[in-house]
């Protein structure tokens, strides 16, 4: 199967699949004319990554799954740590994410909006508001002038 087929098949991009040959996911086979000839079971293990890459896995996760997917001797508690792993990371972007969220929500809060200069999210940005970064325990950046 040609790789213009298995891209509608794995619905990843041309670009994509290139990419995942370069770095060892998949292997297809390559003909004596150089072209690849994707088997049934690389559309498979591309659709698998695409489906742990919409899911945030990142590339080594992916790796990893891929090895174990293979691997019939393997323990579902080695799927299961990889999984959790990933979670947790989610887990602290989401948390992270929470802080920004509630810095800006009172950032927006305090300013006015209207035609005067003074605008304190611009003062906690160039570090000026005494209740911003330096009183949540973050380092402050020199004031600008």
Do not use: W
């Amino acid at each position: 199967m040609h790789i213009g087929d298995v891209s509608k098949r794995s619905e990843l991009p041309v670009k994509t699949i290139r990419y995942y040959e370069d770095i060892g996911l998949i292997r297809p086979f390559r003909g004596p004319n150089g072209y690849r000839d994707f088997s049934e079971s690389d559309v498979h293990k591309l659709a698998f990554l695409a489906r742990a890459r919409s899911l945030g896995f990142t590339i080594a996760d992916c790796r990893a799954l891929l090895a174990l997917y293979e691997d019939r001797q393997r323990a579902s508690a080695d799927v299961k740590r990889v999984a959790e792993e990933h979670l947790a990371r989610i887990e602290r972007k989401l948390a992270e994410l929470d802080g920004m969220r509630s810095v800006l929500v009172h950032l927006v809060e305090r300013c006015q909006g209207d035609e005067r200069p003074e605008c304190p999210i611009l003062d906690d940005l160039a570090g000026v508001l005494s209740s911003g970064r330096a009183a949540k325990g973050q380092a402050q950046e020199p004031e600008l002038s």
